[in-house]
T-cell receptor, first 110, second 115 residues
Framework: AQSVTQLGSHVSVSEGALVLLRCNYS??????LFWYVQYPNQGLQLLLK??????LVKGINGFEAEFKKSETSFHLTKPSAHMSDAAEYFC????????FGAGTQVVVTP | EAGVTQFPSHSVIEKGQTVTLRCDPI?????LYWYRRVMGKEIKFLLH????????ESGMPNNRFLAERTGGTYSTLKVQPAELEDSGVYFC?????????????FGPGTRLTVL
């Protein structure tokens, strides 16, 4: 069985500060991991995905994530938060169908 | 290119009524998925179509839910009769392939409220 756990249902970050969203996975086989973002009143949009080609994955809007097998983690980071990053972020593991974490709501303060 | 579209965006119905949700996938995508997010819970898989065939319907909660994809294009998800616990946001997604590495593209969702 595969699953993901997102630590922190709400994160508040100052504009210009580092954004760090945590995702840990549990999988008996090499996982394929995704980060999606949902902006208000919109659908889920793919930020980036890990498909075993490279452990450091760069995505859209300045986000990146690093796959660490030893820590079973796939944390999402962005060096400098922007007001437009306010959204809900979802980590997911794929085995054809997606299995999502609970989501992390990000608030960006001026 | 148009993305995944869903209709309606919102639906408010009484318990016991019937509601039909529609999803139009990206043109050419054979794979279509339905997911649901109940308030305060995780987004959960409901089912997967490959063209017009149900590939995996293991996430369907009960027989009050009926999904169809006639002709392998758009899909409908009917809830009959609706119960209070069916309230939530229903997402549709589509992809070209069904491998674990294939990206699923999501629609904006239908927010269903059952009173």
């Amino acid at each position: 069985a595969q699953s993901v756990t997102q630590l922190g249902s709400h994160v508040s970050v100052s504009e210009g500060a580092l954004v760090l969203l945590r995702c840990n996975y549990s999988s008996s086989v090499p996982p394929y991991l995704f980060w999606y973002v949902q902006y208000p009143n919109q659908g889920l949009q793919l930020l980036l995905k890990y498909t075993s080609a490279a452990t450091l994955v760069k995505g859209i809007n300045g986000f990146e994530a690093e796959f660490k097998k030893s820590e079973t983690s796939f944390h999402l980071t962005k060096p400098s938060a922007h007001m437009s990053d306010a959204a809900e972020y979802f980590c997911a593991v794929s085995w054809g169908k997606l299995q999502f974490g609970a989501g992390t709501q990000v608030v960006v303060t001026p | 290119e148009a993305g995944v579209t869903q209709f309606p965006s919102h639906s408010v119905i009484e318990k016991g009524q019937t509601v039909t949700l529609r999803c139009d996938p990206i043109s050419g995508h054979d794979n279509l998925y339905w997911y649901r997010r109940v308030m305060g819970k995780e987004i959960k898989f409901l089912l997967h179509f490959v063209k017009e065939s149900k590939q995996d319907e293991s996430g369907m909660p009960n027989n009050r839910f009926l999904a169809e994809r006639t002709g392998g294009t758009y899909s409908t998800l009917k809830v009959q009769p609706a119960e209070l616990e069916d309230s939530g946001v229903y997402f549709c997604a589509s992809s070209q392939g069904a491998r674990s590495t294939d990206t699923q593209y999501f629609g904006p969702g239908t927010r269903l409220t059952v009173l």
